[in-house]
């Protein structure tokens, strides 16, 4: 058992050091940009997360990417883990701090710039944020965010408020109002605002979903192609010859192989298998921390509350919830319909193809294809995309 536990923190640790590795490298890559049509790139990734950003929040990290090279932030979005999102009065802010986020990065007005249409405009997503449907205590939280009067209150940040509660998205902020009617009242804000290590967890879910597509690839591709080999022997020479040349290679290696032979396949094959299980141990516990850590930042709404709901609010509710965490970035209604068949309501095709049509938090970026905000990009003159 201690040795077994040995194994695994062995890879732990060189997982790690991989891992780092990824994102040093990933410092030097391009980019990505949206499609003509504003479509985001799909993700191979086990895991998604949408992040609902504030201004105050880009500002630092823009500052942090000034003073010491790309943020866990950037890199993580290239990779595709992590997904930004802002509402739409977000982007009407930028202009306004760039100044300010300069003065973070110890840099110019100009560089900070540079690096904000180099690195961050491409990533960004804007949202036409609906009014809700939010529950009961949702609402009483936010209606205190809206008012001006309250000590609570900001109306500013109402829309930033209820994007992350209708999607169940952490919301990176330091604004303790917004983080008040986000999470709660009990919520320890202060903590928190401090999100920069969840985060870099976050990001490291990026090079580990990497491991596990290519292990699964590896695994896969071995007992595929000897699967593929089997079938086109069957396919030529029928099961009966099949059975038979594998049957006699079987029996081949039994009598011809040496005692030493066989003992030394079955070590190799017992040693391979044990360092593989250590690994995918070492993986697991890995990506599991880095989720759990990722997964403490979300205000922990659900889409579908039980009980004596309107059940056209929980579809438009569980459309946002569920096309915010698509690998595929953008959905068809067909496809969204598909992926709602464990609710409990009517989730039709049509019905959601109108929530998709109707809501302004859906983009359409190809034909029938509807994905969650924006490109900001393309925010000043979009094309029209036809249906």
Not at 42 to 56: E, G, H, K, Y
Not at 111 to 117: D, G, K, N, R
Not at 131 to 151: K, N, S
Request: hydrophobic share 45%; net charge negative; with cysteine.
């Amino acid at each position: 058992m201690a040795e077994a536990e040995t194994g695994a923190l062995k890879y732990e640790g060189a997982l790690r050091a991989t891992v780092r590795r990824q994102h040093e490298a990933a410092t030097l890559r391009a980019v990505p940009l949206p499609s003509a049509q504003g479509a985001f790139p799909a993700t191979r990734l086990p895991w998604v997360f949408s992040l609902v950003m504030d201004c105050q929040a880009l500002g630092r990290d823009l500052g942090r990417r000034a003073r010491r090279g790309r943020t866990v932030l950037v890199s993580g979005t290239c990779s595709g883990v992590l997904r930004l999102l802002a509402a739409r009065h977000v982007a009407d802010e930028v202009r306004e701090y760039m100044a300010e986020w300069a003065g973070l990065g110890r840099c110019s007005v100009e560089q900070a710039e540079a690096l904000w249409v180099r690195e961050y405009l491409p990533l960004l997503r804007v949202v036409d944020v609906p009014v809700g449907p939010l529950y009961a205590d949702e609402r009483a939280r936010v209606d205190v965010l809206d008012t001006v009067a309250h000590p609570y209150g900001d109306p500013d940040d109402v829309p930033t408020a209820i994007l992350a509660l209708l999607i169940d998205a952490p919301v990176l902020s330091t604004d303790a109002n917004l983080l008040r009617a986000v999470y709660g009242h009990d919520f320890d804000w202060v903590a928190h605002a401090e999100w920069l290590a969840a985060l870099r967890a976050g990001g490291d879910l990026g090079p580990l979903g990497e491991f596990l597509n290519s292990a699964y690839l590896l695994t896969g591709g071995i007992a595929m192609g000897t699967l593929g080999l089997v079938a086109r022997a069957v396919e030529v020479f029928g099961w009966p010859v099949t059975l038979l040349v594998l049957g006699a290679g079987a029996l081949g290696f039994h009598l011809l192989a040496s005692e030493e032979t066989k003992a030394k396949m079955l070590r190799t094959m017992k040693k391979g298998a044990a360092e593989g299980w250590e690994l995918l141990q070492a993986l697991a516990a890995t990506s599991g921390q880095a989720l759990a850590e990722m997964e403490s930042l979300a205000p922990g709404s659900v889409p579908v509350r039980p009980g004596n709901y309107d059940a056209d609010a929980l579809l438009h509710r569980a459309c946002l919830h569920t096309v915010a965490r698509a690998r595929s970035g953008h959905v068809s209604a067909s496809e969204l319909s598909e992926m709602l068949g464990h609710l409990d309501l009517p989730h039709g095709e049509k019905k959601v193809r109108d929530v998709l049509r109707s809501d302004p938090a859906f983009e359409l970026v190809g034909r029938g294809r509807f994905q969650l905000g924006q490109a900001w990009v393309r925010c000043a003159a979009p094309d029209p995309v036809t249906t």
